[in-house]
């Protein structure tokens, strides 16, 4: 009996979606959160760190250990992420609900302490994205090298496609695809503001 042909791999994210079981973790982060813009700062800083914690490991990995994240770094609210100090990293270090990598858990907090200046330059994390867009893949990545910690091309690439700057986070054919675009993601706006 000859083996049947192996079943083709899904060539998107929204693709491989309808082939998981309904209770997998990345169901809710693709029909929620993925490419939809986010305003707050916070918020952007939480899904920053995330990307970068994903780094060498599998979004499902992050996805199930994300609300230890949260509980872990206050929120990701931003002001207590930046003062942190020995103490709270020697705890990070300890803490088996999140991804206890001292680079990491490092950058988080140097990035936090980063975002206050460009909050007080700009006004935001958000208004400093939006000074800057739109910017190609690559410009974006030297800026993000240049202003933040641990933050190479796939970490920069996917985490502005997951907050709406790039393109490319859901296919035409997705049924979230039409909700996104009413939320209206930045990267339908062509030009500098």
Known sequence: MA???PSPKPSSYCEA???MEKD???IPYHNREYGFPIDDDNQLFARLIL????AGLS???ILKKKDNFFKAFDNFDVAKVARYGQRQTDRLLQDAGI???RLKIGATIENARRIKALQKEYGSFKSWLDHHHPLTKE????LFKQTFRFTGGEIVSSFLMSIGYLPGAH???CPIYKKLLKKKPAWLNKKKP
Not at 51 to 54: A, K, L, P, V
Not at 139 to 142: K, P, S
């Open 51 to 54: 990307e970068i914690n994903q």
């Open 24 to 26: 997998n973790v990345h």
């Open 17 to 19: 979606i309808l082939t």
């Open 139 to 142: 410009e974006w990545v030297r």
């Open 3 to 5: 083996n049947a042909a």
């Open 59 to 61: 979004w499902s990995t």
């Open 99 to 101: 991804i206890r990598n």
């Open 171 to 173: 296919i035409e054919t």
